[in-house]
């Protein structure tokens, strides 16, 4: 029992410290973000990983660039397309989707 507890304290204390985003400017969140998911208890969902991974290309690098894989490698076919549908979205937006989708599968999943 004292395990989940100290669990709950955790996650309680990095809900916390996400709130306090609002002192933060977006890329700290962004960074702070990048490193708390790596703390997820449970792997997120295949659908999940990919909004991840689309919001943090756009974050770094901007619009998708290079040529769409092609049909036989399914994953790298996968991560272009989700990163393609965030063709036009900001730096500063995609970082806060990314940092606010962190947030909600740290409320679903917890951390470690």
Not at 21 to 43: A, C, H, P, Y
Not at 73 to 84: H, L, S
Not at 97 to 112: A, K
């Amino acid at each position: 029992m004292g395990g989940c507890r100290a669990i709950e304290k955790n996650v309680k204390h990095h809900k916390r410290t996400l709130r306090k985003g609002n002192d933060m400017s977006i890329e700290e969140k962004f960074k702070q973000s990048e490193d708390t998911v790596k703390s997820l208890k449970k792997r997120p969902t295949n659908d999940e990983l990919l909004t991840l991974y689309a919001l943090f290309k756009q974050a770094t690098q901007g619009d998708v660039f290079g040529s769409r894989p092609s049909l036989i490698n399914v994953k790298a076919r996968a991560k272009w397309d989700a990163w393609k549908k965030l063709t036009g979205v900001q730096k500063d937006q995609a970082m806060e989707n990314y940092s606010s989708t962190v947030e909600e599968l740290v409320s679903r999943y917890g951390i470690n």
